[in-house]
Structure formats: structure tokens, C-alpha cells
DNA sequence: TTGTACGCGTTATCAG
DNA sequence: CTGATAACGCGTACAA
């Protein structure tokens, strides 16, 4: 077994000083050709590469970034990943991934292991647990550490920080109206539980659209469904009870489910119904009908946020500016709706 | 902003010295009731946590586990490292995710990255790159160094460490088995070229359970898709120039691809054609109809590894006793078989 | 041109 | 009971 290899060793070997060995490996003018060559050649004869954890104690810079997600089993979120890793590694940071769970003692547990020195910073969305309790002193003594944060799709006004959103708002508002252009008349928004930020400003949107096109909001169709996982029931209840012509979704899982169930008692998509899902995933591109959806653009999120936690970490000025960045979703049409 | 308190401070500001402050905090009997009361106290008013990158020097032990996977946008990826995570957290180890991206290129610059002291263990599956290059010595130095590396689902023969994969054989012969069982004479095989590990094996067991019932392996129903993404093209012609009445796919996306376009040239499924496709992911559970699958048990795969992997790091025995830990698939019927 | 000394934060050993 | 010292691996200001 070849142990890795240190300065010191090399040292040894070469009958140096580590401090020579040092300098010649990063080809100093203090040290003559000679020495250096002899050094660089051994060097690369051994494979010498620093030890990360020396170099991070030293300039007290992991080159790590820790990102927190709710649930690694979840497209967005993946793009997410994806797109901090991207561009992470263009700047030489590794992605220390961890899963809350949706759990606030998980999130508070994960936060701490990686604020004691793993990490340069922070990027994050909240879990529904954290946002339903409403409880943010994790994240604002981390922030008061001086570790850079950024909160991304799950946020919450009560921590300052930089944020990467997209405009939940338009993209339900966009959604709604083009149900609405297609002359539909009774549209239902099924939603989760209001305290999850992204849904709330979802419904804000639809009820936007509704109004500036003169329609009444009315409350019988909104289906506010309980925690994922059991969808059939509050699906038949709320379809047996209410006739509609139009179904927002705020995911694709509740989209596929609303089809479905639909299609079971005979109604035909798009003709009878038209359907729109938020989260551009793989159910909707493979959805029978496909299903028109609102693309959130994971991987630029993760990407515009990789790229202002990095420059925030760099720059270490103390500056509290913040910057709150909010991407515009996309509507991508398929065969749910009408062309 | 407060900044991190150290040993140094907490020393400082109680006149005593560091290491009297470090034995206090561990309760040490050295240290007078009087004294570590005093210091306990004051660590616990500012919060003091010992930095991870000092001990990960001093005990040259991270606990960091690295996780090199092809792709994060993947069902079956998520779901390993979601098992990955679950165990080493409760070992009070991260998890560092790295993108190889099916590159070799980064699946190198990745694991040099993390090997020089970032991590005290890989977990990885190999990429497709890697695979049809079949090169493999960035693993072999990794081990050389002696640090433990485990493999799962794309493996390969020719490194030396402990693996765990699920019976892709069974897996395939457990499906042809119920196609053959359902009466259906022309299977089809839906796979991708035969570098991939994974692949191979799913044909073996595929032309397996053929052989053993007697039936006839016939290449014209072998279907090698090129690289994913233009499923239309090469569905057409194949399902055009052969007549089946059921087809194995290795992955989801082959699967509902192929339901759709035999479904809109006017065949039932799975009256006319019975499928199955392997990962049990969301498609499977939400394609219409439903899609009966081999389950691979991911999370369980990540669980396993973790657990293999964090029993090395922390034996440190010299001893070169890999493991293959084979797990067993799991068929999963739903609507596009018969009962 | 090379080497010494110190510091990053911690722990362990040994001396007082 | 408490403190000084060395060590983990590296980089660098300063001394030789």
C-alpha cells in the first residue's frame, strides 16, 4: 500500500527543508533550477498532491459547499444539485450534499455538523417542517457567524440573506391565463397546505389572473390536498363534487393523479379538461397526455445560486448586501392543454 | 458578527491554558470540579464547537464519505444516496456528492479531488465513459493509497474492492419468467449498447430464462437503443419491422417510449403486448397504464454500501477482504401485465 | 539559495 | 490538578 506521500517525506528523501520542498513545488525564484527539478521530478515520481484538510486549516477555506435539500428523490431539486455542482466545479468547490428530510431537527442537526469548519457557505431550501414551525435561528446564527447563505425556492422573509427564486407568482399567473385564453370558465387549483412558501405564492398568481380577467374566485376549487403520498381519495371527493373544466396543479404528481382519475370517469383531456402541472419533470414530458407545465429552470437556479454564494464567499467583504435574484418559469405546452 | 469562538479564546479570556480548557470540555478527571464548571459554562454561552477541519487533521479521519454517481437527475442514483445518507448520518458521517456525469474525464478530476484527504471512503458507480473505456486506474491508485472504495451497480471485474449490485440477472430472468408465464412467444429486449455493465447482464438473464423454457433467442428481437434521448426514431423501426407481444425494457424511460408508440399504431397493453421495465422509479408507478417493474431496491443499495464502506474506514484492518454484497430485485406487477 | 520558526485548532503526552 | 510541548501537513515571513 502506497501511503500518501508529504512534504515532509519528500523532504526527507531529498535532504531538504520542507520549506524548500514547498517552495520548489510551487516553482518559487527563491529556490536554484537545480534543486527544483530534483524536487518537482520526485515529486511527480510520487504523485504528490497537498492534503485538502492542511491547506483548509491553514486558509481557513474548505473549498466546500454545503448544500441542504429536503429530498434528494425529487427532480427539482436534482436539477438543483446539478446545477451547483456544475458550476461549483468550474470553481474548484466540491458539493457536500445533505437531505433534511423535510425534517427541522435534521436540517438543524445537518447545519451544524457542517458549520463547524466543513463548509465555505451555505445553499439551501427549506424544509416544510422548518417553514411550518416558522423557526429560523439555525439559519440566522449561521448568518451571524459570518458563513455566507443563500436560501433558494423554499425561503422565508425572516432571515436576511441572498435568495434564488423563480416567480411563482407568474408562472401560476401565467398558467391561469392560458386556461382562461382557452375560454375555460370552471378552473380548480390544487394545492398543499398553505405554509409552504412556493404554494402560497402559487395561489396568490392564479388568484391574480382570475381577477384581472373578472372571474370569482371561488373557494370550492381549490383542493388543498393533505401531505403527499395518499392522493386518491381527496381527489374523488373533490372531482365528484365540483365540476370543472381546467385543473392547476402545483406538482406534477397531483397533475398525473388529477388525470387520471379524470380519465377514469370518462372525461377526455384536453377536450373536457385541461390540465397544467408546476415542475417541468419526467412525469410530464412521459404523461399520457403529456402534460403542459411550468418549467422552473432547476439547474439555472442552481447555477445563478452556485455563482452568488461563490462570489459572496470570495469577496468576504462585510457588507450585509443581499440580493434576491428571481428567475422567470417558463410555460412549456403540451397535450393536456389546447393548442 | 460573532465569530467562531476557538480553544484559544475560551484560554485566553479564562487565564488558564488551551489544553486545560480542551480536557475540560471532555470532562476530563484531570481538571477540578471548580475549573471545568467555570470553562464548560463559558463554552456553552458562546456556543463553542470544536472546528471539524482541525480534528479531521489531527485524526487524519474526516468523516466524510464521497459519492461519485453518473448522474443525480436519476430515480435510481437519488434513491441509493438517500439510502447513502440515511446510515452514514447516523455514524455522524457527510456526504460529499460528486457528478461524474458520465464522463471519465470528471469521474478522474472528482476522485483526485476528494482523495487527497477530503474523504475517508468512496462510494461510486462507474460511468458509462469509464465503462466503454474500460479504464480503470484511477480506482486502482485510489485503493493503492488505501483508501476503502466500494462500488455499486456499474462495477467492473477488473478492480479489487467490495461491491454491491442487485441480481440484474434475476432481475431480467424474474421478468422474462412472468412474460413467458403470461403465454407470450415473442419477447422483445429493449436494452442499451454492451459496455454498460448493468446491461449485459440483464440480456444474460433475459436469454437465460428463454433458453431454460425452450424458446428460441432471436437477435431481431433485440432492440440496442443508441444513447438516450431519441427514443422516436429507432422505436419506429424496430416495432414496425417485428411483430411481439411483450417487450422487457432495461429502464423506465425505453419502457413508457415504447408503450406510447405501440399504443398510438393501435395495440392494447396488455392485452396485445405485456411490458416490464426495470427501476421501479415514478414513471413506472404513474405511466398509463401503470408499468410492471423490477424494483432495484436502491435505498436499500445505498444502506448496504454505507454500511460496508463505514465497517473498512473505521476496522482499518490491513486485510484485503472485499465483499460483494448481492441484492435481490423484486417484481413489482401493475397494469401493463396480466394478472 | 536554503532553512528556521510560527501559525492554523485540536489532542495527547509528559512534566510540574 | 494544570500547563507546556509536540504533532497533524502546509505555507510563509524572516533569518542565515
New interface residues.
Partial sequence: ????ITLKHIAKELQVSISTVSKALKNSEEISRDTKEKIQAFAKLY?Y??????I??KNKR?K?IGVIIPD????FF??V??GV?KYA?TKGY??????SDESFD?EV??M???????IDGFIMSLSSDTQLKGDYNHLK?VI???IPMLLFDRITNEVDCDKVIIDDQMGAYLATQKLIDEGRKKIALVTTEDYLSVSRERKTGFVRALKDNHMEVQEQYILQMPTMGMEEKPFKNFFDSVEVDAVLCVNE?FA??GM?YL?SKGKRIPEDVSFIGFTD???SK???PSLTAIDQHGEKMGEAAAEILIEKIESEL?EPSFKTKILSPTLIERDSTIN
Same sequence: chains 1, 2.
Fill in positions: 500500500m502506497k501511503q500518501k504523485n498532491k497537498p492534503n485538502n484538510i492542511a483548509s486549516l474548505t466546500n434528494i428523490v425529487h427532480h436534482t436539477t444539485v446539478r455542482e466545479n466540491n458539493v457536500i450534499v445533505c437531505l435534521k442537526i445537518n451544524e455538523m457542517l458549520a463547524n469548519g466543513s446564527e451571524e457567524q459570518g404528481i398525473i393523479s387520471r380519465k419533470g419526467l412525469l412521459y404523461a399520457n462585510e
